[in-house]
């Protein structure tokens, strides 16, 4: 990481054996004392809270992409052109809508109402950035004004 960050950021950093449960424990409880003199609270999440609902990621994992065998995409990165709007749109619209289906039907893990009842904490002084476009904050009872999808 470059020094700007170290400057400002990575005095906050622990380092700790992670079987050495007493330094795990006294981590978690620094983290704990972190968020409860929090004046806000920003999460910032990925493609982590999905796999927890049960759904693939669809950029590491290669299941989903050899069970679709297409001829032309094999990966995440080679569906993700506009290309194939104009080339075959039936396709395009199937596949992005196969992937909406399958995140707004999972079921909103624990995880998230964590999350919700930290920012409940903070009396809504919280705001969300994620990287999933799939509305899952805003289900799990998020105020959809603090939340922000970019992808």
């Known amino acids: 990481m470059n020094s700007v960050y170290w400057e400002h950021r990575g005095q906050f950093h622990t380092e700790i054996d992670p079987k050495n449960l007493r330094q795990v424990s006294d981590a978690l409880d620094e983290a704990a004392r972190a968020i409860h003199e929090a004046d806000a ?3 910032c999440t990925g493609a982590g809270m999905g796999v927890d609902m049960g759904l693939q990621d669809f950029r590491s994992s290669k299941v989903f992409w050899e069970e679709l065998a297409h001829p032309d995409i094999k990966c995440y990165e080679d569906s993700s052109d506009n290309k194939w709007f104009d080339i075959d749109p039936e ?18 893990h624990e995880g998230y109402e964590i999350l919700l009842e930290l920012a409940k904490s903070k009396k809504g002084d919280y705001f969300c950035w994620t990287s999933n476009i799939d509305g899952v904050f805003q289900r799990a009872g998020f105020d959809p004004e603090r939340v922000r999808e970019n992808h």
């Open 91 to 108: 396709f395009a619209w199937g596949l992005n809508f196969h992937q909406l289906k399958a995140y707004r039907e999972a079921a909103v």
């Open 41 to 43: 609270l920003l999460f």
